[in-house]
C-alpha cells in the first residue's frame, strides 16, 4: 500500500523557518517524483516544488523561488522541504504527491498518490 505522510507544519511568524518532510512507503521510491502542493482556502491547489527520484533534478514555482529548497534522502525514503523567509501568503495546507512519470510537476493531475497534508500558517 503506498502511503505518504507530511510533518512538519505548524504557526511561525513572518521571516521565519519551517521543515516539511513527506515519508513515502509502499513503492520503489527512486522510480517516483515528488511533489510539494499547497492549497489555501478558496484557492486553487497550486504546485509549489518537485524532486525526480534520483534527486538530480528539482522545480520550483516562481513564488518560492531562492527561499524554499526541495531535497530527499533516500535512504530515508523522506522527501523535505525547507521553507525560509516564509511570508503570510505561503499559509496553506501542504501535500506531498507521488508518480513515476511527472511531465508537467505543478500539475496535481499528474501525480496519483497524495499524503493527507500538513498545515502551514504564517502570521503577519
Known amino acids: 500500500e503506498v502511503q505518504l505522510v507530511e510533518s512538519g507544519g505548524g504557526l511561525v511568524q513572518a521571516g521565519g523557518s519551517l521543515r516539511l518532510s513527506c515519508a513515502a512507503s509502499?513503492?520503489?521510491?527512486?522510480?517516483?517524483?515528488i511533489g510539494w502542493f499547497r492549497q489555501a482556502p478558496g484557492k486553487k491547489r497550486e504546485g509549489v516544488s518537485c524532486i525526480s527520484g534520483s534527486g538530480s533534478t528539482t522545480h520550483y514555482a516562481d513564488s518560492v523561488k531562492g527561499r524554499f529548497t526541495i531535497s530527499s534522502d533516500n535512504a530515508k525514503n523522506t522527501v523535505y522541504l525547507q521553507m525560509n523567509s516564509l511570508k503570510p501568503e505561503d499559509t496553506a495546507v501542504y501535500y506531498c504527491?507521488?508518480?513515476?512519470?511527472?511531465?508537467?510537476?505543478?500539475?496535481?493531475?499528474?501525480?496519483?498518490?497524495w499524503g493527507q497534508g500538513t498545515q502551514v500558517t504564517v502570521s503577519s
Open positions: 509502499g513503492f520503489t521510491f527512486d522510480d517516483y517524483a
Open positions: 504527491a507521488a508518480d513515476s512519470i511527472v511531465p508537467e510537476f505543478s500539475d496535481p493531475a499528474q501525480y496519483t498518490y
